[in-house]
């Protein structure tokens, strides 16, 4: 069944069409991957869908409503960069979404409560592998660390969906290539929902159930906007458990 719903979408600014009317639909547990050229408004679709950004016309459903107009926790993201607390130690950065879910207004969570809380984090940052990393700071991590701290944040909250926009693109092959396998491992075992924005197509490839190409018909055209070109279905079976093709 259709998570979620873009119907007749049209994003303009400034009198520049940046999508024009587009429609998809995304199944749950799937995982979509984004690509297109520079600018043809892959982030304005991701802002949409984390609804930091709002259409101009058409409409997107969100398990059969519409979606919510603020960021809610069924939607978790992680960005290209800068998407934990510098300020907190690894495991607080993962411990801090659990205490929010908990906990409506910001009280102290003491007792056995916490020490189960902390427990979760701890598991999770196995997941990860960054137990041995809990008690560092973000910026004593390297950019895969970060990175793995990100999914980890974001993943703990359980959002049905996650909105992941250029998330491996500041890092090393060699990096990138783990954190592929990881994220491939995370989404097998969790079987969320992902939405990727990449410029890497065979990334897009590699992670992806499914590939959306959005281009621009006429690029220096401001009345034309881009639209979906291409809708990739990618077959399990062309890839190995590790996520390669
Ligand atoms: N808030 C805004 N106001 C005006 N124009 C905007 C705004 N946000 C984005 N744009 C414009 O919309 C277009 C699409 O931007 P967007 O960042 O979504 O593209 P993109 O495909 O993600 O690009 P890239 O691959 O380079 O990150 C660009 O021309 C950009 O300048």
Request: hydrophobic share 40%; charged share 25%.
């Amino acid at each position: 069944m259709s998570l979620i719903q873009i119907k007749d979408l049209w994003q303009i600014y400034n009198d520049r069409v940046v999508l024009e009317n587009l429609n998809l639909s995304i199944v749950e547990k799937s995982f979509v991957s984004i690509v297109g050229p520079s600018g043809c408004g892959k982030t304005t679709l991701l802002r949409m869908l984390m609804s930091e950004v709002f259409c101009t016309r058409g409409s997107i459903l969100f398990d059969g409503t519409n979606l919510p107009k603020e960021p809610t926790r069924e939607r978790g993201v992680v960005f290209q960069r800068y998407s934990v607390f510098p300020h907190l130690s690894v495991l607080d950065n993962v411990l801090l979404p659990i205490e929010l879910r908990s906990c409506r207004i910001l009280g102290k969570i003491l007792g056995s409560r916490r020490y189960n809380m902390k427990e979760e984090a701890r598991t999770m940052l196995d997941h990860v592998g960054l137990l041995r990393a809990a008690t560092l700071y973000p910026a004593q991590l390297s950019g895969g660390m970060q990175q793995r701290l990100a999914l980890a944040q974001a993943l703990i909250a359980k959002p049905r969906v996650l909105l992941l926009d250029e998330p491996f693109s500041a890092l090393d092959p060699g990096t990138r290539a783990d954190i592929h396998v990881l994220t491939n491992r995370l989404w097998e075992e969790t079987k969320m929902t992902v939405v990727m924005v990449t410029h890497d197509i065979s990334e897009a490839f590699r992670l992806g159930t499914r590939v959306i190409v959005l281009e621009r018909p006429l690029a220096d055209d401001p009345t034309k906007g881009a639209r979906i070109t291409h809708d990739i279905p990618v077959h399990p079976r062309t890839k190995t458990k590790t996520g390669a093709i």
